[in-house]
């Protein structure tokens, strides 16, 4: 789909919201990639809000952005800076400040009711982002970015995410458009400074390609490859899971029934796991015959519980918790209207109606270490999240979950002691995102 006649490249639609009015949220740092899509969306008539993110990392990023918002104004473009005001990690920090760019940006999105934020991802960066996962040993992630997908700032609502010049356009396709236009390029030292894993791996590939060993286009085809057959992979886990009857609880564990085929079974654990932790992929070959024979077992941030009707996939208590013979791990947070993702298992909103006090806890630190032993019901109450009072008594349970935590504590002694009348807090289930289409929370 040209955008423009004297292009270089195009824009792919799936990357774009199909409703030619629809307002679109543009990231966009100042170099040549987010200027050009951002000049090819204006020059289309496109809707745009363009959103720059000033992590502060560099003396020179607010003057940067300054010229971006020229830029913008000059066009008649909604510009808006948002600034990361966290305080900086002395390490990975650019894994932090990419996590903070997409809360930003997603956020932003979100607050002003746009739908679709789009990013200048080329098919240079999905060949580094392939080389950077196939160094980790990665599986399905060779797949490499998706044109589209579904993400979510904390707690926010969902957006699309798109990736139009991802299928379309190399880095020197936007360069040469970004010099055409006169277009007001910055360049990052950051992309030159080698000690960083993407710009190793983005010299070591001008070598491979110069020599004729490697080409993007090679790795493209690989992604395109293993993304076709993680989505059959997927679909067949999906039917699987539903033929064995996938049942998400309101206290966010996932029971599933033996399928038909045995052989079957490690996959679907493998992917109930990965539900439930919400962490990452886990590999079908962690669930091995040992673990399966055993009838229960542990790792990856989940427990699995085997039995004749199928199994029972809970969030690990020693992950929350922390093991009985260490130091006991210890969470609260003071209860305010504001909603906030816990354990990436739950939305919560802060109840108005609570005594001053109050603290969101997890359910297992309200009792003793020994309390969960060899005890599923109260295993599984255990990692959910409660209110607790100021002298912490347990007041109130996620919506849904009293009958489940009455039930697992009427043969404790000292459940009087611990409990109030329980009251129920709003709690929304976050493991259905996990499905498809798969939600992304930064």
Same mark, same amino acid.
């Given at each position: 789909?040209? !955008?423009?006649?004297?292009?270089?490249?195009?824009?792919? %639609?799936?990357?774009?919201?199909?409703?030619?009015?629809? =307002?679109?949220?543009?990231?966009? $740092?100042?170099?040549?990639?987010?200027?050009?899509?951002?000049?090819?969306?204006?020059?289309?008539?496109? *809707?745009?809000?363009?959103?720059?993110?000033?992590?502060?990392?560099?003396?020179? &990023?607010?003057?940067?952005?300054? !010229?971006?918002?020229?830029?913008?104004? $000059?066009?008649?473009?909604?510009?808006?800076?948002?600034?990361?005001?966290?305080?900086?990690? *002395?390490?990975?920090?650019?894994?932090?400040?990419?996590?903070?760019?997409?809360?930003?940006?997603?956020?932003?999105?979100?607050?002003?009711?746009?739908?679709?934020?789009? /990013?200048?991802?080329?098919?240079?960066?999905?060949?580094?982002?392939?080389?950077?996962?196939?160094?980790?040993? $990665?599986?399905?992630?060779?797949?490499?970015?998706?044109?589209?997908?579904?993400?979510?700032?904390?707690?926010?609502?969902?957006? /699309?995410?798109?990736?139009?010049? =991802?299928?379309?356009?190399?880095?020197?396709?936007?360069?040469?458009?970004?010099?055409?236009?006169?277009?007001?390029?910055?360049?990052? %030292?950051?992309?030159?400074?080698?000690?960083?894993?993407?710009?190793?791996?983005?010299?070591?590939?001008?070598?491979?390609?110069?020599?004729?060993?490697?080409?993007?286009?090679?790795?493209?085809?690989?992604?395109?490859?293993?993304?076709?057959?993680?989505?059959?992979?997927?679909?067949?886990?999906?039917?699987?899971?539903?033929?064995?009857?996938?049942?998400?609880? #309101?206290?966010? !564990?996932?029971?599933?029934?033996?399928?038909?085929?045995?052989?079957?079974?490690?996959?679907?654990?493998?992917?109930?796991?990965?539900?439930?932790?919400?962490?990452?992929?886990? #590999?079908?070959?962690?669930?091995?015959?040992?673990?399966?024979?055993?009838?229960?077992?542990?790792?990856?941030?989940?427990?699995?519980?085997?039995?004749?009707?199928?199994?029972?996939?809970?969030?690990?208590?020693?992950?929350?918790?922390?093991?009985?013979?260490?130091?006991?791990?210890?969470? /609260?947070?003071?209860?305010? %209207?504001?909603?906030?993702?816990?354990?990436?298992?739950?939305?919560?909103?802060?109840?108005?109606?609570?005594?001053?006090? &109050?603290?969101?806890?997890?359910?297992?630190?309200?009792?003793?270490?020994?309390?969960? *032993?060899?005890?599923?019901?109260?295993?599984?109450?255990?990692?959910?999240?409660?209110?607790?009072?100021?002298?912490?008594?347990?007041?109130?349970?996620? /919506?849904?979950?009293?009958?489940? !935590?009455?039930?697992?504590?009427?043969?404790?002694?000292?459940?009087?002691?611990?409990? $109030?009348?329980?009251?129920?807090?709003?709690?929304?289930?976050?493991?259905?995102?996990?499905?498809?289409?798969?939600?992304?929370?930064?």
């Amino acid at each position: 789909m040209p !955008v423009d006649p004297a292009s270089p490249f195009t824009l792919d %639609p799936a990357g774009l919201p199909a409703e030619p009015d629809a =307002l679109i949220g543009v990231a966009i $740092s100042g170099g040549a990639d987010s200027f050009a899509l951002l000049d090819q969306l204006h020059r289309a008539g496109r *809707k745009i809000l363009a959103l720059t993110v000033d992590h502060g990392l560099r003396s020179e &990023s607010t003057a940067e952005a300054a !010229v971006v918002a020229a830029f913008c104004a $000059s066009r008649s473009i909604d510009h808006r800076t948002l600034v990361w005001e966290a305080e900086k990690p *002395k390490t990975g920090v650019l894994s932090a400040a990419r996590e903070a760019r997409y809360r930003l940006l997603i956020k932003a999105c979100s607050d002003a009711g746009i739908d679709w934020l789009v /990013t200048a991802h080329t098919r240079d960066d999905q060949a580094e982002t392939v080389m950077m996962r196939l160094r980790r040993g $990665s599986g399905a992630g060779l797949a490499g970015m998706r044109v589209t997908e579904r993400v979510a700032a904390g707690a926010g609502r969902p957006i /699309t995410l798109g990736r139009p010049l =991802l299928t379309t356009a190399r880095r020197s396709d936007t360069q040469l458009y970004a010099q055409a236009r006169s277009l007001p390029v910055q360049s990052d %030292p950051s992309n030159l400074d080698e000690k960083y894993e993407r710009i190793g791996i983005r010299g070591l590939l001008a070598g491979l390609d110069v020599q004729g060993i490697l080409h993007v286009e090679a790795l493209e085809r690989s992604a395109q490859a293993i993304a076709a057959l993680a989505g059959a992979d997927d679909r067949l886990t999906q039917r699987d899971g539903e033929a064995a009857g996938w049942m998400i609880g #309101p206290d966010a !564990v996932l029971r599933i029934a033996h399928p038909e085929r045995a052989e079957d079974l490690p996959r679907l654990i493998a992917r109930a796991m990965e539900i439930v932790v919400g962490r990452g992929p886990v #590999p079908a070959d962690f669930v091995t015959e040992d673990r399966l024979s055993a009838g229960r077992f542990t790792g990856q941030g989940a427990e699995v519980i085997l039995n004749d009707d199928g199994c029972t996939v809970l969030r690990e208590p020693a992950a929350l918790l922390g093991r009985a013979d260490l130091e006991r791990t210890v969470w /609260t947070r003071p209860v305010t %209207p504001e909603p906030f993702v816990f354990d990436n298992r739950f939305r919560l909103v802060g109840e108005a109606n609570v005594p001053d006090g &109050s603290r969101w806890a997890i359910i297992g630190q309200c009792f003793p270490v020994e309390f969960v *032993k060899d005890h599923v019901e109260r295993r599984v109450i255990s990692t959910m999240p409660c209110i607790i009072s100021e002298k912490g008594v347990l007041t109130h349970v996620p /919506t849904g979950c009293d009958t489940i !935590v009455l039930s697992a504590l009427q043969s404790w002694r000292g459940a009087a002691e611990t409990l $109030s009348e329980l009251e129920l807090c709003d709690a929304d289930i976050l493991l259905s995102e996990r499905f498809k289409p798969r939600v992304i929370r930064y």
